[in-house]
């Protein structure tokens, strides 16, 4: 559901990082921001509760190439992890193009893995969105963490429909710009295609 800006010549798309509490949404986004030249970002826009979680969203606006002489415009989003934002995650997801699902890759957090996917397509699907119709990559996120599933576990219990995935280490940046340029990727073949 890209909005494209004929004033300004660009197509501004929508990614949304979504997954469990404390998964690592935020993390990616920071580094990608920390990362990113000045010239090619907008103000990152975070809003937290006192625990340090994501109560809302970040917002970074990302320019990636050009589409038909139409400037390309990532933002990107998070979502709280906490069931209880449900409302918030649903008003994120509005308009999505695209959905990185952050998985933590400790063995002691496969149900929240687990419960937060279900609640990701229980969303879309509310919104008229299907999960396996939109551009979508999983993150295991933090392989660095002593306890975690093997990528195979992982695989059977969160990728029952093959889509792409990356092994992350947010913190150290490991497998975060990959997991972005895989989902932006997607969504210009879909944006070329016409969708």
């Known amino acids: 559901m890209s909005f494209i800006n004929y004033a300004s010549r660009e197509i501004n798309c929508k990614i949304v990082y979504y997954g469990p509490g404390l998964c ?14 000045p010239e090619a970002k907008g103000k990152m826009i975070s809003l937290a509760t ?9 917002f970074l606006p990302l320019s990636l190439g050009e589409i038909r002489g139409f400037k390309t415009r990532f933002h990107l989003y998070t979502v709280p992890g ?4 449900d409302a918030s995650r649903k008003l994120i997801l509005k308009g999505v193009d695209g959905v990185v699902f952050v998985a933590d890759s400790q063995e002691e957090r496969i149900d929240a893995n687990i419960e937060s996917l279900e609640n990701l397509r229980i969303n879309l699907k509310e919104q008229g969105y299907d999960l396996d119709k939109l551009p979508y990559i999983i993150q295991y996120n933090k392989r660095d963490l002593p306890d975690v599933m093997t990528i195979e576990d992982l695989r059977r219990e969160l990728n029952t429909t093959n889509v792409p995935e990356f092994e992350a280490c947010a913190t150290t940046g490991e497998g975060v710009f990959e997991t972005l340029k895989a989902v932006a990727k997607l969504i210009l073949i879909d944006l070329k295609r016409g969708k």
Not at 24 to 37: E, F, R, S
Not at 82 to 85: G, I, K, L, W
């Open 82 to 85: 906490q069931v209880f934002y």
């Open 50 to 58: 006192e625990t340090e979680r994501t109560l809302f969203f970040d």
């Open 24 to 37: 690592g949404k935020t993390t990616n986004l920071q580094y990608v921001y920390q990362k990113t030249a």
